[in-house]
């Protein structure tokens, strides 16, 4: 062992936390509970999510990924992911004192990340904030000691965010813990702070920032030292979501939360779902948070589709709607029951979403002549076109002046002593037409490449279970 490694002693670290060796509390599920997941919905929308991903929506893990990039997160990632992240933070910070500085850092980087991706254990436990600190103050010394200095200033960085009105003890962490607490603080206020306002449209919920009680309703938070933050809103019982914002140096950022999308949206085990509990909601909201996602995902348009009752059976219902007004553009329907559909009729559901001619078993529900489907608006709209047919007239133009170049002859055919002198003007109309063709067919031609632009797939469950949103980017 590393002669300079602290040796374990009584005096060293903090003492555990109260409760260390109980049974480590659940965390409290997102939202209200909401009606499980039918055991046949993988084996009946399989064709059409098999035909819409073939056409190029997005839909699932990929689907996901792109709202936690452009919207946010779940705000639990499971009970037992936080009762290992609880017990990873006690099993690093002995690392750190034997002097596994290495092992010490792979063990309390899990612990954060973990504990960074569930707010709502915090929300539950405001005691795990202890937790967090520790591993924290470990990580940070444990870099320390690898001469890491750049790792061990943004451990250091992230408690200062997360903790402003708490000073670290130094009776409980040590001189050199306190001693680069110190340093780090004083650099990071040296930096010139930004703003975060989180507004929220229900004055009761309670918003978390950094796993740490902000307030209700809006939230104005000032002096905030640059970086990323964490914000966390729950609605009553209702479980929220995770939202990072970054925070700039002399910026004023604004965080607007919906907390009836955030209590209802689902993203994890490869399925982005809507889930409703409340009689009445999936009918009332369904659309306008199915488009409020595919807006904030860029998507282009946006199906949704679920499993539940139309005329008295059972069945795969699926819409197109509106981004604008919310309302269904095409929507049809496939009985399940009393026998299961033929895979050929599911995926012509997905095709008739899309945009195509309706199959012979469809059952159209809200039929809108005329509207187009769920193809994707082209990037450039008509440009190419309009760009290559000017080209092309341009370049006939051109020719034309170019062959008229010359002199000029009366009615008897005999020369002039004047002549036409239009060829340099033909050259550079034919080259100007031969510009604007290229960039109309290179146009075409990205168009192409970036479709499918979007349409989102989201599962919706509660009162009757669901799947919907579906999108092309």
Do not use: C
């Not at 904030?296 to 509106?322: K, M």
């Not at 170019?402 to 036409?420: A, N, V």
């Amino acid at each position: 062992m590393d002669r300079g490694a602290p040796r374990p002693r009584a005096s060293t670290g903090p003492p555990p936390p109260r409760g260390r060796h109980q049974r480590p509390r659940r965390a409290t599920p997102s939202g209200p509970p909401t009606q499980p997941r039918p055991k046949d919905a993988d084996r009946l929308l399989a064709p059409l999510l098999a035909e819409l991903a073939s056409l190029g929506y997005r839909l699932g893990s990929d689907l996901a990924d792109d709202i936690a990039k452009s919207l946010s997160l779940p705000g639990s990632t499971g009970a037992d992911d936080v009762a290992r992240a609880i017990r990873a933070v006690d099993e690093g910070w002995g690392r750190w004192l034997d002097g596994q500085f290495q092992a010490a850092i792979d063990t309390l980087s899990g612990a954060v990340a973990v504990l960074h991706a569930n707010p709502e254990a915090f929300a539950a436990n405001p005691a795990h904030r202890r937790l967090l600190q520790r591993a924290l103050v470990g990580l940070a010394l444990a870099h320390k000691r690898l001469g890491q200095a750049d790792a061990s200033e943004a451990a250091m960085a992230e408690l200062v965010r997360s903790f402003p009105d708490e000073e670290l003890d130094r009776a409980e962490y040590g001189p050199e813990a306190y001693g680069l607490y110190r340093r780090v603080q004083s650099a990071v206020r040296e930096q010139r702070p930004g703003s975060l306002r989180i507004s929220v449209d229900d004055d009761s919920a309670a918003v978390f920032v950094n796993e740490r009680f902000a307030g209700t309703g809006e939230v104005f938070l000032t002096d905030l030292p640059p970086g990323t933050y964490r914000v966390h809103v729950r609605r009553g019982k209702s479980g929220g979501r995770l939202h990072l914002v970054d925070v700039a140096s002399g910026v004023n950022r604004v965080l607007s939360v919906d907390t009836a999308l955030d209590a209802a949206l689902r993203t994890r085990g490869g399925v982005v779902s809507l889930e409703f509990d409340r009689p009445g909601e999936r009918a009332r909201l369904e659309a306008g948070k199915a488009t409020a996602i595919a807006r904030e995902v860029g998507a282009s348009g946006v199906i949704v589709i679920g499993v539940r009752p139309f005329e008295g059976r059972r069945s795969i219902v699926g819409s197109l709607l509106s981004l604008d007004s919310g309302k269904p553009q095409r929507s049809a329907a496939i009985a399940v029951e009393p026998t299961l559909p033929a895979d050929a009729l599911t995926r012509s559901l997905a095709r008739f979403l899309a945009g195509e001619e309706p199959a012979p078993g469809l059952i159209i529900a809200e039929p809108r002549p005329g509207e187009r489907g769920g193809r994707p608006r082209r990037r450039f709209g008509p440009w190419p076109w309009v760009s290559a047919g000017a080209g092309l007239v341009a370049i006939g133009a051109g020719a034309f002046l170019i062959d008229l170049d010359g002199p000029i002859f009366d009615d008897q055919g005999r020369h002039t002593p004047e002549e036409y002198r239009t060829r340099g003007a033909g050259i550079g109309l034919a080259v100007g037409g031969g510009i604007a063709l290229a960039t109309g067919v290179a146009l075409w031609w990205l168009d192409r490449r970036t479709e499918p632009a979007v349409v989102p797939a989201v599962e919706v469950a509660g009162e009757r279970f669901g799947v919907g949103i579906m999108g092309r980017f």
